[in-house]
């Protein structure tokens, strides 16, 4: 073993930035690292691809906990794992002493950023619909505020008319079509999507004791016999 404490050690960098997956979708980390490395008593072929692979490998499991916008706590959480190197005689190298250095791109921080700026619009839209959009008399107020002068009867009207129509198409069409929406899953033919809207249509007036398809269809296949004649 004082042999091996002998050998030189060597160093690996990474001039060329190797990409890290993160937690956000779409964009990657620029990774740079620095690896000190002592090839094992019995050395193999292609060991500094070795040292470098599992490197990259230890690094990538840390990267992908993190999202884009904690770039430099990722980069401490991965040189915080590099920091214990691991012994085992399978590795074929000892006394590792890796670093990282991890950066953002400027597309990827370009992308970001419209995320980061998408997902806050999304927020305060949401905030608007659950706290002003939903309620009638506040939408209208919140009109009157933006506009300064004072609206006319129709137009106050109109504003009612369209925040109600909100609020019952959240209530009322939007679960419906969210039903028909599942029902249609099983037809990519719009012929049979438009038959099963029918079977559906059917099945309601049915539930409802309602015998007006029955007498229509009735006519229907009175009027189909008397063509054929």
């Given at each position: 073993m004082k042999w091996f404490w002998q050998r030189r050690a060597r160093t690996i960098y990474c001039a060329q930035p190797r990409m890290l997956h993160?937690?956000?979708?779409?964009?990657?980390?620029?990774?740079?690292?620095?690896?000190?490395?002592?090839?094992?008593?019995?050395?193999?072929?292609?060991?500094?691809?070795?040292?470098?692979?599992?490197?990259l490998a230890r690094a990538s499991e840390?990267?992908?906990?993190?999202?884009?916008?904690?770039?430099?706590?990722?980069?401490?959480?991965?040189?915080?794992?590099?920091?214990?190197?691991?012994?085992?005689?399978?590795?074929?190298?000892?006394?590792?002493?890796?670093?990282?250095?991890?950066?953002?791109?400027?597309?990827?921080?370009?992308?970001?950023a419209q995320q980061q700026a998408d997902e806050a619009?999304?927020?305060?839209?949401?905030?608007?619909?659950?706290?002003?959009?939903?309620?009638?008399?506040?939408?209208?107020?919140?009109?009157i505020e933006k506009q300064g002068d004072w609206p006319g009867a129709q137009q106050v009207a109109e504003w009612q008319r369209l925040a109600r129509w909100m609020v019952a198409a959240d209530e009322w069409w939007q679960p419906i079509l969210d039903q028909w929406e599942k029902v249609g899953q099983g037809f990519n033919d719009i012929e049979l999507q438009n038959r099963a809207m029918l079977a559906l249509c059917d099945a309601l007036q049915k539930l409802k004791g309602d015998d007006s398809s029955d007498d229509s269809s009735v006519a229907s296949s009175t009027a189909e016999g008397r063509r054929k004649e």
């Amino acid at each position: 073993m004082k042999w091996f404490w002998q050998r030189r050690a060597r160093t690996i960098y990474c001039a060329q930035p190797r990409m890290l997956h993160c937690a956000t979708p779409g964009i990657n980390f620029e990774a740079t690292f620095t690896i000190e490395w002592r090839p094992a008593l019995r050395t193999r072929l292609n060991l500094e691809d070795l040292v470098l692979s599992q490197t990259l490998a230890r690094a990538s499991e840390v990267a992908q906990l993190f999202p884009a916008v904690e770039v430099r706590t990722a980069q401490d959480a991965i040189n915080a794992e590099l920091g214990a190197p691991e012994h085992t005689r399978a590795t074929g190298y000892r006394c590792l002493a890796a670093r990282v250095e991890l950066a953002l791109s400027e597309s990827s921080r370009e992308d970001l950023a419209q995320q980061q700026a998408d997902e806050a619009r999304v927020r305060r839209l949401r905030f608007l619909r659950r706290n002003l959009y939903e309620q009638p008399d506040l939408f209208v107020l919140d009109r009157i505020e933006k506009q300064g002068d004072w609206p006319g009867a129709q137009q106050v009207a109109e504003w009612q008319r369209l925040a109600r129509w909100m609020v019952a198409a959240d209530e009322w069409w939007q679960p419906i079509l969210d039903q028909w929406e599942k029902v249609g899953q099983g037809f990519n033919d719009i012929e049979l999507q438009n038959r099963a809207m029918l079977a559906l249509c059917d099945a309601l007036q049915k539930l409802k004791g309602d015998d007006s398809s029955d007498d229509s269809s009735v006519a229907s296949s009175t009027a189909e016999g008397r063509r054929k004649e």
